[in-house]
């Protein structure tokens, strides 16, 4: 059973610091996704990781994709407090369903 | 371009009665997903349709959870009866190359 695990899962840093969220999934999957969730809101699609080595950046955002570790890491530079949010990692293998990880709970604090 | 439509927002149910949740996709989108967020964790997958028919429903809880999908475009999440454990959003998303998902809102479930 593909099991993926973010670290940490709470996160409180302050604004125009760096921090980085990692995602590790148990099995080998074909692709890989970020989701931005605000609170009572749905999932946002940030990126799509589907190769060893991919790197995708958008604005503070920036997603990179190691398939040997089986790891995923989301950075975020210079935080905002924009970016206060729940991100959420998942991973695809072949057909099969979308696994998500639980989840970081970021909060960036002024 | 309209985004996945869910109905209602919002329900709040005692223990024992049942409760039933709708889904509009986005046009054109064959395959349909519900998925069940408990508060604090990520979305898991209920089941999955494509077109009308279903493609993945192992982790639906048949005894009291069913769905449906019947002319290939709505779709209909039901539950009966509900337990205080089914408290969570129901989220419905739609794809229309299985490579990309699209989330509705969401409906929140409160069983009391």
């Known amino acids: 059973e593909l099991k993926v695990e973010q670290n940490p899962l709470f996160l409180s840093m302050q604004e125009g610091k760096n921090y980085t969220i990692y995602c590790n999934y148990s099995t080998t999957s074909d692709r890989l996704y970020w989701y931005r969730q605000d609170p009572g809101k749905s999932l946002e699609s940030l990126f799509v990781?589907?190769?060893?080595?991919a790197v995708k950046q958008e604005g503070r955002l920036m997603a990179s994709l190691d398939t040997k570790a089986r790891l995923s890491t989301l950075h975020i530079t210079a935080a905002v407090h924009d970016l206060s949010a729940t991100y959420f990692c998942?991973?695809?293998?072949?057909?099969?369903?979308?696994?998500f990880g639980t989840g970081t709970r970021l909060t960036i604090i002024p | 371009e309209a985004g996945v439509a869910q109905s209602p927002r919002y329900k709040i149910i005692e223990k024992r009665q049942s409760v039933a949740f709708w889904c509009n996709p986005i046009?054109?989108?064959?395959?349909l997903y519900w998925y069940q967020q408990i508060l604090g964790q990520g979305p898991k997958l209920l089941i999955q349709?494509?077109?009308?028919?279903?493609?993945?429903d192992s982790q639906l809880p048949k005894d009291r959870f069913s769905a449906e999908r019947l002319k290939g475009v709505d779709s209909t999440l039901k539950i009966q009866p509900a337990k205080l454990e089914d408290s969570a959003v129901y989220l419905c998303a739609s794809s229309s190359d299985g490579y990309e998902q699209y989330f509705g809102p969401g409906t929140r479930l409160t069983v009391t």
């Open positions: 998942a991973v695809v293998r072949g057909n099969e369903k979308l696994t």
């Open positions: 990781l589907l190769s060893n080595g």
């Open positions: 349709f494509q077109n009308n028919g279903v493609v993945d």
């Open positions: 046009s054109g989108h064959a395959t």
